[in-house]
């Protein structure tokens, strides 16, 4: 196996069932297309995903992270919470190994990059040195 597809992880997002959003994974789709790190990702059904990511760059402990925070639920029955921990245990380890920086704010990444590419009201129109006065 090349060192390049040991770094690419392959894994399945599942949702729960109990959600006002029953298709939770089409929009979780849509919010992690465009992150760092995510070498690809597809829609399984409406309760599922699957993703490939760059475990030097993303973790799936971050994705999952970023998805509640989001409000999104996520399946947890005791078979998906057992696999979450097996995975989040090789994928640090791996990555301590590797001798990657951990960062612990990854999810504040995301969510900085999904706000700033989103239009909406938030934003100051005022020029930079005009900010500072009323």
């Known amino acids: 196996m090349n060192d390049v597809e040991e770094l690419i992880k392959r894994r399945e997002i599942r949702f729960c069932h109990l959600h006002p959003d029953p298709d939770q994974a089409r929009s979780a789709l849509l919010l992690l297309s465009d992150a760092e790190g995510v070498v690809d990702i597809s829609f399984i059904d409406e309760l599922c995903l699957s993703i490939s990511y760059d475990v030097r760059l993303l973790t799936l402990q971050a994705i999952e992270d970023v998805l509640i925070r989001l409000g999104y639920h996520l399946d947890n029955r005791l078979i998906s919470r057992m696999k979450r921990a097996l995975y989040g245990y090789s994928e640090e380890t791996q990555r301590a190994n590797l001798g ?21 009201g938030c ?5 930079e040195h005009w900010r500072k006065y009323l």
Request: aromatic share 12%.
């Open 100 to 120: 990657t920086i951990v960062e612990t704010d990854t999810t504040t990444k995301v969510f900085v990059k999904r706000y700033s590419v989103n239009y909406h």
């Open 123 to 127: 934003r100051d129109k005022r020029p």
